[in-house]
């Protein structure tokens, strides 16, 4: 069965420091791979996406995630974090090959706290 | 970017009554349209996927006689919560999809008192 698991429901991070925020996923064969943030009662929107090629796929506001094949892992990083960027992050997948069945798999999110 | 509008952004009725959310894909056609729910703190829950021109297709436990989705037009999926009671009061938010990318809509906060 295909799954999603964010293993940190908290992540606390100093401002001006990296952040991670971990994201590791089940699925049979090759992932599309998103992340999507949400500010408190707004919808989400969309960060990046990995398809295919580079391993490495930047998005928006300085986002970055890499997909680790071997790991199962698309962790999402920042260099340097904003006081605006604490919010809930949400890591989602699918199935390259699902055919009638492209719904997305979510995780549980994970709420980052960007400290001052 | 693909941009999602939902109306209304709140909404409060009382119990037995219904309430209708609108979701429209402002600057692209889409013939798939999602609706989901979420509780506070919560991850998304899939209620169901609207097919424009088709009948929705349900998740698991989802009543579809108690929550009517309509994809009349390749820009407009509605979704209908039939008498309505407090325990359906949450966050109701639609997604279009474009390409292998989902956008979400800004969300309607339903409370029925």
């Known amino acids: 069965a295909q799954s999603v698991a964010q293993p940190e429901d908290q992540v606390n991070v100093a401002e001006g420091n990296p952040l991670t925020v971990k994201c590791t996923y089940s699925?049979?064969?090759?992932?599309?791979l998103f992340w999507y943030v949400q500010y408190p009662n707004r919808g989400l929107q969309f960060l990046l996406k990995?398809?295919?090629?580079d391993n490495l796929v930047k998005g928006s506001y300085g986002f970055e995630a890499e997909f680790n094949k071997s790991q199962t892992s698309f962790h999402l990083k920042k260099p340097s974090a904003l006081v605006s960027d604490s919010a809930l992050y949400f890591c989602?997948?699918?199935?390259?090959?699902?055919?009638?069945?492209?719904?997305?798999?979510w995780g549980l999110g994970t709420s980052l706290a960007v400290n001052p | 970017g693909a941009v999602v509008s939902q109306h209304p952004s709140r909404v409060i009725c009382k119990s037995g009554t219904s309430v209708k959310i609108e979701c429209r894909s402002l600057d692209f056609q889409a013939t798939t349209m999602f609706w989901y729910r979420q509780f506070p703190k919560k991850s998304l829950m899939l209620m169901a996927t609207?097919?424009?021109?088709?009948?929705?297709?349900?998740e698991q436990g989802v009543e579809k006689d108690k929550f009517l989705i309509n994809h009349a037009s390749l820009t407009l999926s509605t979704l209908t919560v039939t008498s309505a009671h407090p325990e359906d009061s949450s966050f109701y938010i639609c997604?279009?999809?474009?390409?292998?990318?989902?956008?979400f809509g800004p969300g309607t906060r339903l409370t029925v008192l």
């Open positions: 699925v049979s064969g090759n992932p599309y």
């Open positions: 609207s097919n424009e021109g088709s009948k929705a297709t349900y």
């Open positions: 990995y398809i295919t090629g």
């Open positions: 989602a997948v699918r199935a390259r090959n699902a055919g009638n069945n492209r719904k997305l798999i």
């Open positions: 997604s279009a999809r474009v390409a292998d990318t989902q956008y």
